[in-house]
């Protein structure tokens, strides 16, 4: 069984700092890593994803990957309250058919 | 934007019945899948569908469950007897492409929560 692990949070953050989010995996195999969002009771939204080791920008986020330690990160520039979510760590499976997802760490981001 | 089309919302079924659970994928997208959420719990992969076949499956997907795309815009999930532990959220997603190795992730539904009474 693959195992994606996160802190479950809940990790708050003034509004307008920066929101660090961290995701490690157990599988050397796995090639892509996707963070998703997910509020109360809805269902996960692409944020982005990575498969090369270095940092991946796209607006106020910036995902990290370092596969040598099996480490992925989200980081959320200028934080707001919209922000407020779960967010979830998805790594592919062997097949790449499949993600396995993290529990997920509880953001929130106080006026 | 294109969406992902869950019915019902919410299901309350009895102990031992059977539920069929009704997804709309994305109109050009060719493969399609299903996870659930137990509540509290991690998003857990059950089933993978293209070109009318199962492509993978997980140990949670038992004989209990199957797969059907029984037109050219529905794909269902059913659950032929259900259990207690059946409760959770179960969200139906599509992908335009076949391997989430590429990049490629999933649009998701936005769920059905299944309450098993």
């Known amino acids: 069984q693959k195992e994606v692990e996160q802190n479950s949070g809940p990790l708050s953050v003034p509004e307008g700092a920066i929101a660090s989010l961290n995701c490690t995996y157990s599988d050397r195999g796995s090639q892509s890593f996707f963070w998703y969002r997910q509020y109360s009771g809805k269902s996960p939204e692409l944020i982005m994803f990575?498969?090369?080791?270095g940092d991946k920008e796209d607006g106020r986020f910036t995902a990290q990957l370092n596969k040598a330690s099996q480490y992925v990160s989200l980081l959320i520039r200028d934080s707001q309250p919209s922000d407020s979510a779960t967010y979830l760590c998805a790594v592919d499976g062997n097949t790449g058919n499949q993600f396995y997802f993290g529990t997920g760490t509880s953001l929130t981001v106080i006026p | 934007e294109p969406e992902v089309t869950q019915t019902p919302s919410h299901q309350v079924t009895q102990m031992g019945q059977e539920v069929i659970l009704r997804c709309v994928p994305i109109s050009n997208h060719l493969y399609f899948y299903w996870y659930r959420q137990i509540l509290g719990q991690k998003v857990e992969f059950l089933v993978s569908f293209y070109n009318n076949e199962i492509s993978e499956k997980s140990e949670i997907f038992d004989d209990q469950f199957s797969v059907e795309r029984p037109d050219g815009s529905n794909f269902t999930l059913k659950i032929r007897s259900t259990k207690l532990e059946d409760s959770a959220m179960y969200f139906c997603?599509?992908?335009?492409?076949?391997?989430?190795?590429?990049?490629?992730?999933?649009?998701f539904g936005s769920g059905t929560r299944l309450t098993v009474v």
């Open positions: 997603a599509s992908s335009g492409q076949g391997s989430v190795s590429l990049g490629y992730g999933y649009t």
């Open positions: 990575i498969y090369s080791n």
